[in-house]
């Protein structure tokens, strides 16, 4: 296979650790040293001559917005990490109008799981979403809730947001996507509460949700460890990723 990614952070990271078999081209603008099997792309225009047989966005927000629409007009099928990019309803009309000759937009379960079945309800069914995401402290520290506060004082959990999952995604880009997928795969943008905690007890990244719809009574909680080199990023996002790309070509898929 041939993987294209972009964003070599954390996630971009552990994505290319964990497919040594894969031919991988990395659009970065950060330098870091690439494994034997991955080559730089210096420009999206260097990723299309690539012609990767899937492109794997975990850069952020801004990259996804950026770059995603114009890949997809072109035929390449993109895997997006930043999820809370569609958001922004512009953004969102422009990624789901995008595909062209057969381009998929894929959403992973990213660090939750159970998507699946919120996914298979049937939308107008659904009654109430609510997601509440808790991680340490340290978790937050590159987010809006660091700015004025001394998170590392803190003594007791302290709510940092509540809303609907559309203002926490735009809010807090690197660690509201779950919400965003919640309410993809559910109720929508606006019918998805969300609430955003810091816990100096927390032993990882919590991701728990309810649902409750006329087929279905569902309630899911994980608690994953966060990645080594990005608290706020749950180590389960990548495996997300890298389960969602094997689905691509084993012929035993889960």
């Given at each position: ?55 794997v966005e975990a850069a952020g927000q801004e990259a996804a917005r950026e770059m995603v629409p ?75 809730a660091a700015k004025g506060r001394d998170l590392s004082a803190l003594s007791e959990p302290e ?74 990023t749950s180590a389960t996002t990548a495996l997300s990723l890298v389960r969602a790309i094997k ?8």
């Amino acid at each position: 296979m041939k993987l294209a990614l972009i964003g070599f952070g954390a996630i971009g990271q552990a994505v290319a650790r964990a497919l040594p078999e894969a031919q991988i081209g990395v659009l970065t603008r950060t330098q870091r040293p690439l494994p034997q099997n991955a080559k730089a792309l210096a420009s999206v225009e260097t990723l299309r001559a690539f012609n990767p047989d899937l492109v794997v966005e975990a850069a952020g927000q801004e990259a996804a917005r950026e770059m995603v629409p114009g890949l997809l007009t072109v035929g390449h099928s993109v895997l997006l990490a930043s999820v809370g990019a569609l958001a922004d309803p512009e953004t969102e009309t422009r990624m789901r109008a995008a595909p062209t000759g057969g381009a998929q937009l894929l959403i992973p379960a990213g660090a939750i799981g159970g998507i699946d079945l919120v996914a298979a309800l049937e939308k107008s069914t659904i009654e109430d979403v609510t997601y509440t995401g808790t991680k340490p402290p340290a978790a937050w520290s590159n987010s809006p809730a660091a700015k004025g506060r001394d998170l590392s004082a803190l003594s007791e959990p302290e709510v940092l947001f509540e809303g609907t999952a559309r203002e926490a995604a735009l809010r807090f880009p690197k660690n509201a996507n779950v919400a965003a997928t919640l309410a993809l795969g559910g109720a929508g943008f606006d019918r998805t509460r969300a609430r955003l905690i810091a816990d100096p007890d927390a032993r990882g990244n919590s991701h728990a949700y309810s649902v409750q719809a006329r087929g279905a009574a569902v309630r899911f909680e994980v608690t994953a460890l966060p990645d080594p080199d990005n608290p706020g990023t749950s180590a389960t996002t990548a495996l997300s990723l890298v389960r969602a790309i094997k689905n691509r070509t084993d012929s035993f898929v889960i």
